[in-house]
T-cell receptor, first 116, second 111 residues
Framework: GAVVSQHPSRVICKSGTSVKIECRSLDFQATTMFWYRQFPKQSLMLMATSNEGSKATYEQGVEKDKFLINHASLTLSTLTVTSAHPEDSSFYIC????????????FGSGTQLSVL | GENVEQHPSTLSVQEGDSAVIKCTYSDSASNYFPWYKQELGKGPQLIIDIRSNVGEKKDQRIAVTLNKTAKHFSLHITETQPEDSAVYFCAASTTGNQFYFGTGTSLTVIP
């Protein structure tokens, strides 16, 4: 299967700081990338959809000024959690879809964010 | 929008037995149905998928069946092994649109 690389895998930060998570499609061009948040023992909650070169579309209830998404190229999307607070602690997962991979969706390995 | 329901939420089987996980969807326009396996602390991994023009697909010990009329699809794992223990998610999608996920099934294979 296709490879989606996500970094960092784990980050611990102080309250009020910003954290950037990178998501790269290593062997295909990702026309669309999705960012999810996952709480323990729960399903994937879609936060936003991003298409290369355009602004991300955020799901209802997701603060776009807090979760900044940039999809500057066909292989890279970043999620920046600005002014993180303990309630932002969660498992964040990116995924990428490419039209030349049969519209299949491939996931990164996830980032466990802990805000102290 | 689409609504995907998944059952059961937890499933325990003896090693060597079969496991079946079922999902239903609501939008008849959905045409792509992938299954993902997620191990603890990792991202979901695509294990098998099926498109709406196919009724069944098999890959070694795993198979997926689709009933478009009833709007349900199932994952079948035969000869289960301890390493099959994980959380499994089904999903439904329409070409070019977002994916809708089930709530997950925690599968435990007892040695």
């Amino acid at each position: 299967g296709a490879v989606v690389s996500q970094h960092p895998s784990r980050v611990i930060c102080k309250s009020g700081t910003s954290v950037k998570i990178e998501c790269r499609s290593l062997d295909f061009q990702a026309t669309t990338m999705f960012w999810y948040r996952q709480f323990p023992k729960q399903s994937l909650m879609l936060m936003a959809t991003s298409n290369e070169g355009s602004k991300a579309t955020y799901e209802q209830g997701v603060e776009k000024d807090k979760f900044l998404i940039n999809h500057a190229s066909l292989t890279l999307s970043t999620l920046t959690v600005t002014s993180a607070h303990p309630e932002d602690s969660s498992f964040y997962i990116c995924s990428a879809r490419s039209s030349n991979r049969g519209e299949k969706l491939f996931f990164g390995s996830g980032t466990q964010l802990s805000v102290l | 929008g689409e609504n995907v329901e998944q059952h059961p939420s937890t499933l325990s089987v003896q090693e060597g037995d079969s496991a079946v996980i079922k999902c239903t969807y609501s939008d008849s326009a959905s045409n792509y149905f992938p299954w993902y396996k997620q191990e603890l602390g990792k991202g979901p991994q695509l294990i098998i998928d099926i498109r709406s023009n196919v009724g069944e697909k098999k890959d070694q010990r795993i198979a997926v069946t689709l009933n478009k009329t009833a709007k349900h699809f199932s994952l079948h794992i035969t000869e289960t092994q301890p390493e099959d223990s994980a959380v499994y998610f089904c999903a439904a999608s329409t070409t070019g649109n977002q994916f809708y996920f089930g709530t997950g099934t925690s599968l435990t294979v007892i040695p």
